[in-house]
């Protein structure tokens, strides 16, 4: 096996999916069999593609040093690391060098974890007797300190096991886009003076307003149907879907769906859309989000105008007007910035945050990883804390 890439799959009962092959075009067999697992147990097409992806970085690893991923030891792993973080790993007789690598700690870090999981799957499968991936015990209440607030109240061992090969990540905060940043990128969508004359781009514009407003992820708003939006509580629905035709899923599962309210505008904008724009093209799917293109096709020519928006078109649209505007932005982004307007809010009322309500309309399983993501503060917040302080102390000197 000298080289390895990844490679898409239409299938008839599982919808696209997602192998490795070799120079031969040959499927990786222990891979295939590993991604066959995770979509047979229902995990999401994107989910499925992300350890394909993961997994294809080892893999171009073990063809480098041509080895087979059955017959690795610990010491192997040591060395993929250190390839992860050489900026030259695929240049032949280059020795690692203290560069910055252009994968970042959180990257290399979820590669491991796939690779981790793979073994995990080998184990059990009966492929090996063990893993090459070793763990360590760490005290319980110092690794879970910021996962679970109320560790030390919790019976059971006092250790959990935690992977040895880790990179130590930064704290970094969620990339955001300022107001005028995001005029400047939907400003760069043309629209027409009526929805009829540019759909795609009343289409796209509105994409990007939903977003921003309603703090969706990319895969919640390209799986609503129509049945989901209820204009009298001026809401949508967030629902999980497992068969979606776009592959798109909520990330909750079942018994989590969640209704998202809406600014007014925002709510006319979809009824604008909805009567002037969607009923036009002939709906062939009851998908919120549709292919406006009339002479769209798909690989095998057939024609897409009118079924539902695909991740891969969103994604292509987004780089199509990032170049155009000059604005660096991507739909999780949008999303990050909505969370973001939702706790300053709070401090420009003065008031504390309600981070039960912030993690209930994001869809976040614990408030935890809510508090964790987003209770941070950059400069203009401090200074309007300590004024807000000040005003406090005033009052209570007056």
Not at 112 to 131: D, I, K, M, P, W
Not at 228 to 234: K, Q
Not at 322 to 348: E, N
Request: hydrophobic share 40%; with cysteine; glycine share 6%.
């Amino acid at each position: 096996m000298k080289t390895v890439r990844m490679v898409a799959a239409e299938t008839s009962d599982r919808g696209r999916m997602y192998y490795l092959v070799d120079e031969a075009l040959d499927f990786i067999p222990e891979v295939k069999h590993f991604l066959d697992w995770k979509m047979a147990t229902r995990r999401a097409p994107a989910t499925v593609e992300a350890y394909c992806y993961r997994l294809s970085w080892y893999y171009r690893f073990l063809a480098q040093r041509r080895l087979a991923a059955t017959a690795v030891q610990a010491s192997d792993l040591t060395e993929f690391v250190i390839w992860l973080c050489n900026p030259h790993r695929d240049a032949d007789n280059v020795s690692p060098i203290h560069t910055r690598s252009p994968l970042e700690a959180r990257t290399v870090n979820m590669i491991l974890q796939a690779v981790s999981t793979f073994y995990h799957f080998l184990v059990r499968r009966g492929t090996l007797t063990e893993s090459p991936v070793k763990f360590v015990e760490v005290p319980r209440g110092k690794w879970l300190t910021e996962r679970d607030l109320l560790a030390h109240t919790r019976r059971g061992a006092a250790t959990v096991q935690r992977m040895e090969l880790k990179l130590k990540e930064p704290r970094a905060r969620p990339k955001t886009v300022s107001d005028d940043e995001f005029a400047t990128f939907t400003e760069s969508i043309r629209v027409d003076d009526r929805p009829g004359g540019d759909p795609a781009g009343f289409r796209d514009r509105l994409l990007c307003l939903m977003l921003k407003e309603g703090g969706f992820r990319i895969g919640e708003l390209l799986g609503m149907h129509l049945q989901d939006l209820d204009f009298g509580a001026r809401a949508v629905r967030v629902c999980f879907r497992p068969d979606n035709e776009n592959g798109a899923r909520a990330k909750a599962g079942y018994g989590r769906d969640r209704l998202v309210h809406l600014p007014a505008d925002v709510m006319g904008m979809l009824d604008i859309y909805l009567t002037e724009v969607w009923v036009a093209f002939t709906p062939r799917t009851a998908h919120l989000w549709l292919v406006l293109k009339h002479d769209a096709r798909d690989r095998t020519g057939r024609g897409t105008c009118g079924t539902a928006l695909t991740r891969a078109a969103v994604e292509a649209m987004f780089r199509h007007y990032r170049a155009k505007s000059g604005v660096f932005l991507h739909p999780h982004m949008l999303r990050h910035t909505h969370a973001r307007d939702l706790v300053r809010s709070f401090g420009r009322a003065g008031e504390s945050t309600d981070w039960k309500f912030i993690q209930e309309r994001l869809g976040h399983a614990s408030v935890v990883t809510t508090m964790a993501t987003y209770a941070h503060l950059d400069d203009a917040d401090r200074k309007r804390a300590h004024e807000q302080y000040l005003q406090r102390r005033e009052g209570i000197h007056a």
